[in-house]
């Protein structure tokens, strides 16, 4: 039993994830498998990016949505509009959902827990309604048709599926590197000091303010990257795209997954969109399964998936710890890896 | 060279509405003291500390420590000044272990950006070797190393009590305010959490708390105030105090809780 919690919990697990994305699209039955995966994975960044603002810092962000329309749009209109590659246009999208995130977060962040939430859920609804409404630079309801594709530099072709996913998965990878390390670091223990109080934070001489921005920034680029991506292999978007309901799809993905962990953006997202391919065929009304489920989950496993795994695997090795009280130094290497994050 | 006083409050209130929580008190704290606050419910204890800890500004009045002018101040600066602070309720993180609470509680000592966590530099390496020797030392001063990877969840409300006093010492603190410190625990670990009070004084750190429990206070402190609806009705010696009729009449006489 042990050894299984350990091996899930090792950095041995972590490789093979990576392999099993490698090896995903020659094992799928189709290629519209490799595209859902490919595109879960893209959902999959923008959670981890509201993993940042919600689950490490504990602001409930709203507008992530927004934020991931955003990048999407900048790609879709930089290369139809202004004849943008789209690699200048993706890390174009990057710098500005920076940019309208840093704006953003020092007027919203100014405001605590719920009437922050709130704030960004305007915040979000106005740039739906900017999208659909501002005819002249969005194209409005009509959308943004033929955007280009990831340019493949001669060597690939990202038209293609397999490429695309292989290029996804790479961001993939790298979006989860970066996370891993800013949760261990001091930074993202600063983060988690603020979500477990303003007051708390305060006391122990953190800036609230900076680094609340910061955490949010963090969210909004991974959001702006991930709809450029997204952008780039639909090739159309439309106002639709800045919708609530795709933000609450992304906390959803979190929550299952678990809020505040590493893995959990991964597990939720990927395990709800296959879930969600499998009962298709009930439409809207696969809302009354999930519905229940999730209160279900939120009640009796509020971190979780990743998270009621970890702080379970925790409390059993560290009760077991006593035993062997000599062995300071797996002690020691206990802590680092059953620590908050996974 | 002339004694400063570690903390100076002069005229000190803080109005909510038409309400002073706080109204005009004056005291000066020294260093290397065990300084006591009492008074009934709602006497304005939480707010004095609130406003020494910068938590919230004050109406009037100033706050200098170490003669340093810090009213005002944001409470991030004051607790990189030498300020940190417990709270009634202890906060902390549940499903992590105790040494990884501890941790961030010296990140006010650090530089370390998040440009050095992309590119792993060595100044953050080294922030984070200094930080976690920092928790594990607090850890032990406060006597449980042996919890160290224990989870929140799983320990006892006594420990942590002694948890939160760590991560305020691992802010490197030179005044710990601690509010209820003994809050709903039992006369035995009251007791512990008292010499514990004067071991951190002991190793230089000065105290100012928030207490009810008198038995605690009159063994422990070397001076208190007494607030009662915002003012301050008496200052002296745990002796002087027991003695002063105004004491007395407002807080001792007529409180239930001298009793707990």
């Not at chain 1, 999208?131 to 072709?157: C, Q, Y």
């Not at chain 1, 292989?166 to 988690?192: H, K, M």
């Amino acid at each position: 039993m042990d050894r299984v919690l350990n091996f899930l919990a090792s950095p041995a697990m972590k490789i093979v994830l990576l392999a099993a994305g490698i090896l995903f699209p020659l094992v799928a039955s189709s290629e519209y498998q490799i595209y859902v995966m490919a595109l879960a994975f893209i959902w999959a960044i923008a959670v981890y990016g509201l993993n940042i603002i919600t689950g490490y810092c504990g602001q409930l962000n709203l507008a992530h949505g927004g934020f991931f329309a955003i990048g999407a749009y900048a790609v879709g209109l930089l290369t139809v509009d202004y004849g943008w590659a789209f690699w200048p246009a993706f890390i174009a999208a990057g710098v500005i959902g920076a940019v309208l995130g840093f704006l953003v977060g020092i007027v919203s962040l100014r405001l605590k827990e719920h009437y922050f939430a709130i704030f960004t859920l305007c915040v979000g609804f106005i740039i739906y309604l900017l999208i659909e409404k501002w005819e002249e630079l969005t194209h409005g309801t009509l959308g943004v048709i033929s955007i280009a594709p990831p340019e493949g530099f001669g060597l690939v072709d990202f038209t293609e599926t397999i490429p695309f996913y292989y290029l996804v998965l790479f961001f993939l990878v790298l979006a989860i590197w970066l996370i891993s390390r800013i949760s261990r670091s001091l930074v993202g223990r600063t983060f988690l000091a603020i979500r477990i109080s303003d007051d708390l934070a305060q006391s122990l001489g953190i800036n609230l303010m900076r680094n609340k921005v910061l955490a949010f920034v963090l969210s909004t680029t991974y959001a702006g990257l991930a709809g450029a991506l997204l952008a780039g292999v639909v090739r159309f978007i439309g106002p639709d795209l800045a919708e609530i309901t795709h933000t609450f799809d992304v906390i959803t993905y979190l929550l299952v997954g678990g809020i505040g962990t590493l893995m959990g953006p991964l597990v939720g997202t990927l395990l709800i969109t296959w879930i969600t391919q499998a009962v298709q065929s009930f439409e809207e009304y696969r809302m009354i399964v999930f519905g229940p489920l999730l209160v279900v989950l939120v009640i009796f496993m509020p971190r979780g998936i990743v998270g009621t795994f970890l702080t379970w695997r925790g409390r059993r090795l560290a009760s077991k710890a006593p035993a062997k009280q000599s062995a300071s130094r797996v002690e020691n290497k206990n802590s680092e890896e059953a620590g908050t994050h996974g | 060279m002339a004694e400063q006083p570690l903390l100076k409050i002069s005229n000190l209130t803080k109005r909510f509405g038409g309400l002073a929580a706080v109204n005009d008190v004056s005291v000066t704290f020294e260093a290397g003291k065990i300084n006591a606050i009492i008074g009934p419910n709602g006497a304005g204890k939480t707010t004095f500390f609130n406003l020494v800890a910068g938590a919230m500004p004050p109406s009037d009045g100033t706050i200098e420590f170490q003669g340093m002018d810090v009213t005002g101040m944001s409470p991030d600066r004051i607790a990189r000044l030498g300020i940190a602070r417990t709270f009634q309720t202890t906060m902390l993180f549940e499903q992590s272990t105790v040494l990884d609470n501890l941790i961030v509680g010296h990140r006010l000592r650090t530089q370390s950006r998040l440009w050095d966590v992309i590119i792993n530099s060595k100044r953050l390496r080294d922030e984070e070797k200094k930080c976690r020797a920092r928790a594990a030392e607090v850890l032990d001063f406060v006597g449980l190393s042996h919890l160290a990877n224990r989870f929140i969840l799983d320990i006892s409300q006594e420990e942590r009590k002694r948890v939160a006093f760590a991560l305020a010492m691992a802010t490197d603190p030179e005044l710990v305010l601690l509010d209820e410190p003994a809050g709903g625990i039992n006369p035995e670990e009251t007791e512990n959490l008292a010499s514990l009070i004067r071991k951190m004084v002991r190793h230089g750190i000065s105290v100012c708390l928030i207490e009810h429990k008198m038995d605690m206070i009159m063994s422990l402190a070397d001076k208190i105030m007494v607030l009662d609806h915002g003012e301050k009705i008496a200052e002296g010696t745990p002796e002087q105090i027991k003695n002063d009729p105004v004491v007395i009449e407002a807080y001792l006489g007529s409180d239930e809780d001298v009793e707990a």
